[in-house]
């Protein structure tokens, strides 16, 4: 059985003439936490797309958990992203007019029934069981982000993707994300993290750097 959760194979990715993504190879193993770093136009973003099942690549192929998803039709990528991926993103994307608890409960509902109770305890974990019946605009920003991820841990994904998790936050919390993310690796889970941030960067086990779309390098990490 192969040990890779994620496969790519020369993808490319085009707008137009434009080539977002350009011939991009590597993989990453089961539980392993990598991280994807570039400057800005460097394809980070697009990388996540398709990752994250949110969009296809023009040509070369992508394999998740076994199932080659650049063939796949977008109801069936609706279908893997919410079985296999938990995403995390930086603009939080809560549900103004729903309570901390409620918005973890929305991706419970997409992915089989709510359950309050396992809700709550999600919370509990990120430490947010007070803030249980809050609105988002009543959290601070680290709370926000600290719903996104026990929103993105409730259905008990493979692959938790986050874009820049630490981006909109300050040094406390980002702290503390970080601290979740450590966590969630030694449980094993599968952890990429897209960032700008050379210290988020080094606590995955390797980095891969793009540039203008292409991988620029892949370095292991040295931990002590």
């Known amino acids: ?25 590597f993989s990453v193993e089961k539980g392993e936490w990598v991280a994807i770093m570039g400057p800005s136009g460097s394809g980070k973003t697009t990388m996540m797309n398709i990752v994250g099942c949110m969009d296809k690549p023009s040509s070369g192929t992508v394999v998740l958990d076994g199932r080659d998803i650049s063939r796949e039709s977008p109801r069936s990528l609706t279908n893997i992203r919410r079985d296999t991926i938990g995403l995390i ?28 109770a396992e809700a709550f305890e999600a919370l509990k974990r990120v430490g947010l069981e007070e803030r249980a019946r809050h609105l988002p605009n009543q959290l601070s920003g680290g709370e926000q982000q600290r719903v996104c991820i026990a929103r993105a841990l409730i259905n008990r994904p493979r692959l938790i993707l986050a874009d820049e998790p630490t981006g909109n936050l300050d040094e406390a919390n980002e702290g503390k994300v970080l601290e979740l993310l450590r966590e969630l690796h030694q449980e ?37």
């Open 1 to 25: 059985m192969s040990q890779m959760l994620l496969e790519l194979e020369n993808v490319t990715k085009s707008y137009g003439s434009l080539d977002a993504l350009k011939d991009v190879s």
């Open 89 to 116: 993103f930086q603009q939080f994307h809560l549900i103004n007019y729903l309570t901390a608890l409620e918005n973890v409960m929305v991706a419970q509902y997409y992915h089989s029934l709510p359950d309050e």
């Open 188 to 224: 094993g889970r599968t952890v990429i993290v897209v960032t700008h941030d050379p210290e988020v960067a080094e606590q995955a086990r390797r980095t891969i750097v793009l540039e203008h779309g292409r991988v620029h390098e892949i370095r292991d990490n040295e931990k002590d």
